[in-house]
Structure formats: structure tokens, C-alpha cells
């Protein structure tokens, strides 16, 4: 299993890039309008010197709006040009199911034809979510922190999808509060469940907020990155221990 860093699309790109080389990959989000010159795209190539890339399409960009989609195939192109193997997509909220399917379909046969397999990130619940991915003919990037919004049995039913998840945001949901740490004991528990996965699972990193004695931290770049790296370094024995 590999641990990776998600980067913040709203800050620094290149900072960032140079942050998730202290883990094992990286997933990029690209800020929404994103406008990169060749130059600069040329740069990035060399200072990711073949690390391994996820891509994840903004979750703001919606199918059904022109320049949306045109941003979707632009992000999809550019992750491939990045080396990028894995793209996760949530599906558009304002969208019905059928139409969320169908453009489901027509991404993944563009990603298809790069050699890139699209991912579909649970943002509902896992009815709805299990629908989409048979008629689309998907496989899951499971977001536990998504799940748990729901309730821990909601989390429970998406992990019994077992090898058809192919990659993991480990995060939290604290009172109302998406995506923060975990506790020592919590995450015990749900790393219990994931090291019953695919052995190749990526796992990244989508904690934002450190709660700390009931309070809410809202962390700044590198105090973050210290939280996730000693994160990191817990986690990894925990892992072994239980393979
Ligand atoms: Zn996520």
C-alpha cells in the first residue's frame, strides 16, 4: 500500500509538489480554470521526475456546463501528459442518474483510449453510488470521510466492495465537520478494515483539519504536512502488523 499527499488546489502548485515528495505519490487537483503555459507544464514534468500521479478532477466542475466539461477533458489530458495511471471524478450533483451515467461512460472511453482508468469518488450514499458504478462500469475511489457524513455502517456496506475499491481518501467526519484526524483509536479501527483491501491500494491523505481535545484546528501548509507525515509514520507499522 502507498501513502499519498493531497495537494490544495487554491494554493502554489510547485510548493506543493515539492511537499508530496515526502510520501509515496501525489493526487493533483488542478484549481478550477486552471491556466498553465506550456513552459510552465514543461517545469512540473520535470519536478515530478516520474513520482506517481493520481488525478482528481475538480469536484466543483459540473457535466452538463460547457466549459465544465471543456476543464474535465483539458485536467484528464494534462494528468496523462503527468504519467498518471488513476482518474477520480465525482459525479455532478445537479445532474439526474441517467445523465450522470451516460457522461460517466463517455469519460471513461476518453480515459480508455489514454490508458487511464476513471474512478468514481462516493460522494452518496452507497445505493445510489453502487448504481452508478455497475451502469457505468466503474470501479470506487472510497472517501470514508463521504461515508462517515453518512453514518459508520454506511461505511461498513461501501468496504464489503473490497477489490472493486482501487484507491482510498482517509479522513475523518467529526460533528458535522468533514475530512479531519482521527483519533488513536478510530483509526486502529478503520485501518483494520483497509488493510483487507487490495494490497496495491493507494491511500491519500484528505485530512484538513486536526481536532485536538474536541477542538478544531484548521492547519496551516506545513503544520499539515507534519501532522500527515507522523500520520504517515504510524500508520505504515499498523499496516505491516496486520498483513
Ligand atoms: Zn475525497
Same mark, same amino acid.
Given at each position: 500500500?502507498? #501513502? $499519498?499527499?493531497?495537494?490544495?488546489?487554491?494554493?502554489?502548485?510547485?510548493?506543493?509538489?515539492?511537499?508530496?515528495?515526502?510520501?509515496?505519490?501525489?493526487?493533483?487537483?488542478?484549481?478550477?480554470?486552471?491556466?498553465?503555459?506550456?513552459?510552465?507544464i514543461?517545469?512540473? #514534468?520535470?519536478?515530478?521526475?516520474?513520482?506517481?500521479?493520481?488525478?482528481? #478532477?475538480?469536484?466543483?466542475?459540473k457535466?452538463?456546463v460547457? @466549459?465544465?466539461?471543456?476543464?474535465?477533458?483539458?485536467?484528464?489530458?494534462?494528468?496523462?501528459?503527468? $504519467?498518471?495511471?488513476?482518474? !477520480?471524478?465525482?459525479?455532478?450533483?445537479?445532474?439526474? =442518474?441517467? @445523465?450522470?451515467?451516460?457522461?460517466?461512460?463517455?469519460?471513461?472511453?476518453?480515459?480508455?483510449?489514454?490508458?487511464?482508468?476513471?474512478?468514481?469518488?462516493?460522494?452518496?450514499?452507497?445505493?445510489?453510488?453502487?448504481?452508478?458504478?455497475?451502469?457505468? $462500469?466503474?470501479?470506487?475511489?472510497?472517501?470514508?470521510?463521504?461515508?462517515?457524513?453518512?453514518?459508520?455502517?454506511? =461505511?461498513?456496506?461501501?468496504?464489503?466492495?473490497?477489490g472493486r475499491?482501487?484507491?482510498?481518501?482517509?479522513?475523518?467526519h467529526?460533528?458535522?465537520?468533514?475530512?479531519?484526524?482521527?483519533?488513536?483509536?478510530?483509526?486502529?479501527?478503520?485501518?483494520?478494515?483497509?488493510?483487507?483491501?487490495?494490497?496495491?491500494?493507494?491511500?491519500?491523505?484528505?485530512?484538513?483539519?486536526?481536532?485536538?481535545?474536541?477542538? !478544531?484546528?484548521?492547519m496551516?501548509?506545513?503544520?499539515? !504536512?507534519?501532522? =500527515?507525515?507522523?500520520?504517515?509514520?504510524? #500508520?505504515?507499522?499498523?499496516?505491516?502488523?496486520?498483513?
Amino acid at each position: 500500500m502507498k #501513502i $499519498g499527499y493531497t495537494v490544495n488546489p487554491n494554493a502554489d502548485l510547485f510548493e506543493q509538489l515539492n511537499l508530496s515528495k515526502k510520501f509515496d505519490f501525489v493526487e493533483i487537483t488542478f484549481d478550477v480554470h486552471f491556466n498553465y503555459s506550456d513552459k510552465e507544464i514543461e517545469n512540473i #514534468i520535470r519536478l515530478l521526475d516520474n513520482f506517481l500521479v493520481i488525478g482528481h #478532477i475538480h469536484w466543483e466542475l459540473k457535466f452538463n456546463v460547457k @466549459e465544465d466539461h471543456d476543464e474535465i477533458i483539458k485536467s484528464i489530458g494534462l494528468f496523462s501528459k503527468f $504519467g498518471a495511471r488513476i482518474i !477520480v471524478i465525482h459525479q455532478s450533483e445537479i445532474f439526474n =442518474l441517467e @445523465e450522470n451515467v451516460a457522461y460517466l461512460k463517455k469519460i471513461k472511453e476518453y480515459c480508455d483510449s489514454l490508458n487511464l482508468e476513471l474512478l468514481l469518488e462516493n460522494t452518496l450514499n452507497f445505493e445510489t453510488t453502487l448504481n452508478i458504478l455497475n451502469s457505468a $462500469g466503474l470501479s470506487l475511489t472510497l472517501d470514508t470521510a463521504h461515508a462517515l457524513a453518512i453514518s459508520q455502517s454506511e =461505511l461498513d456496506k461501501f468496504f464489503s466492495l473490497q477489490g472493486r475499491i482501487k484507491h482510498l481518501h482517509l479522513g475523518n467526519h467529526y460533528e458535522g465537520i468533514s475530512h479531519t484526524s482521527f483519533s488513536d483509536k478510530q483509526l486502529e479501527d478503520i485501518l483494520s478494515r483497509i488493510i483487507k483491501l487490495n494490497k496495491d491500494l493507494t491511500i491519500s491523505f484528505e485530512i484538513f483539519k486536526n481536532i485536538n481535545d474536541g477542538q !478544531v484546528d484548521e492547519m496551516e501548509s506545513e503544520e499539515k !504536512v507534519k501532522l =500527515l507525515l507522523s500520520l504517515k509514520n504510524k #500508520i505504515i507499522p499498523l499496516l505491516r502488523r496486520q498483513e
